[in-house]
């Protein structure tokens, strides 16, 4: 059994306790965003490889 037998939702679902709010995205950006840091991720590990590859030639 769970810790409330409450049936509705809250009153503050959208809310994201002690989030500045310059850091708060909207819920229809958060797929742009995670989007946006996989391709930064994807380019960090591409000029990962480029390096290692040039450090292999040496």
């Keep these: 059994m769970g810790r409330d037998d409450s049936s509705s ?3 503050n679902k959208g ?10 995205i ?3 950006k958060a797929r742009e965003e995670i989007a ?3 391709d930064e991720l994807h380019q960090l590990v591409e000029k990962s490889k ?7 030639e040496l």
């Excluded at 306790?17 to 310059?22: D, E, G, I, L």
């Excluded at 480029?50 to 292999?56: G, H, P």
């Design 9 to 11: 939702k809250g009153t």
């Design 15 to 24: 809310s994201l306790p002690q989030t500045p709010k310059n850091q708060k």
């Design 26 to 28: 909207a819920p229809n």
């Design 36 to 38: 946006s840091e996989i």
């Design 50 to 56: 480029r390096n290692r590859a040039k450090d292999l």
